[in-house]
């Protein structure tokens, strides 16, 4: 199947006389005839459904879609984007051992790696995606256990050049995780260019309605965990009467590990209505990811010549300086650009508050034009020193532009404009 078809069809075939649609099995548990059984599940949890904790159908159903669009051997679906994040770190990291980041990510995602990983004894060492390979290596000790960074990194909307932090992270044993939430699986496959791991905030683009917050993790099943590095994926699991996940699962050891251990431990498993709302709107990402990015380069067009307009930044414009990852790795750049406007802070703030169209609110990636003071807001925890790491200016207004006629969308920016 293509894209497309697999939007629709993956992850679920219904047999003679059973629903067309996903059903929503919003149960917690699953009946079984002998207690022989259900101990027998306890030994093998793949086996068969038991607690709605860590496996349902209607979850898994989104699971095995969003698994099959990506190129992964499996997903397991969170409760939001913060919460794949951290198990896909977790499920390799543990206190003692450090990780590198990309300095260009998500806010959530620096105070995660910055702050609550540092309490729980994992170090984050932060690289700049401009520097050698030589200073990136240098950032590489016994103790690394991944490589982490963004497709189109929020909000600096820099491109993550996959295969050379691929082959980076391979050439020190570790794997490379990468959160594609802005580009989704129709834009960019990071398997296709070396990813091992791809993470997702389903709460953007990949619902798009703002109907519920979500995340997944997906293995590619590409990565060799058997290097040495990784005992906790080879070596005898206590807490599962000494299984070796490598040995009993093979290409999909991450994964089910994942899900057998983090996800029975910490229980952030989504419920099966929303998992059904996230289908909906994965029924029609490939449709809808066209449209944003058509309205976008409208808009980034316009922006581009505007006299209260400092700079502007959008992987899709020629003049940006990330043109060419973006030719290289994206079919397209999302509806997210990010702009810096004249006067600073004052005057981005000032902008926002005339926009009648475009909602003011802390989201982004949604079905209608919305927009979001980074410096603020979101970004609000983070040091001086941070913000300037993760690419953000006070000035800058992170606008996402959604599905409404673009004519709409400009009237609005333009009358917002001329109050700034
Ligand atoms: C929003 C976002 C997250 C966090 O996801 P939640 O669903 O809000 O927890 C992580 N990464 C990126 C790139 C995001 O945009």
Known sequence: MRDETKCLHAGYTPKNTE?????????????????????????????????????????????????????????????????????????????????????????????????????LGIECIFVDKNASDEEISKAFKPNTKAVFGETIANPALSVLDIERFARLAHEH???????????????????????????????????GHAVQVGGVIVDSGNFDWTNGNFPELTEPDESYHGISYTETYGKAAYIIKARMQLMRDFGVYPAAHSAFLLNLGLETLHVRMKQYHENAMIVAKYLQNHEKIESITYPGLETDENYALAQKYLKGCSGVISFVIKGGKENAMRFMDSLKLASNEVHVADIRTC??????????????????????????????????????????????????
Not at 89 to 100: H, W
């Open 371 to 420: 927009v979001l003071h980074p410096a603020s807001e979101t970004h609000r925890q983070l040091t001086e020193e941070q913000l300037a790491a993760a690419g953000i200016n006070g000035g800058m207004v992170r606008f996402s532009v959604g599905l409404e006629n673009v004519e709409d969308i400009l009237e609005d920016i333009e009358q917002a404009l001329q109050q700034a």
């Open 19 to 119: 629903p067309r649609v996903v059903p929503i099995v919003q149960s917690t548990t699953y009946v079984y005839d002998s207690t022989e059984e259900v101990a027998s599940v306890f030994d093998e949890p793949t086996k068969s459904l038991i607690y709605s904790r860590f496996a349902n159908p209607t979850v898994m159903a989104v699971e095995q879609k969003i698994a099959e669009l990506e190129g992964g051997v499996g997903a397991m679906c969170t409760t939001s984007g913060q919460a794949a994040s951290l198990l896909s770190v977790l499920n390799i990291a543990q206190a003692g051992d450090s990780i590198i980041s990309l300095g260009e990510i998500y806010g959530g995602t620096v105070n995660l790696f910055a702050f609550t990983f540092k309490k």
């Open 173 to 207: 044993g570790v794997p490379l995780i990468v959160d594609n939430t802005f580009a989704t699986p129709i834009f960019c496959k990071p398997i296709e260019f070396g990813a091992d791991i791809v993470i997702h905030s389903t709460t953007k683009y990949m619902d």
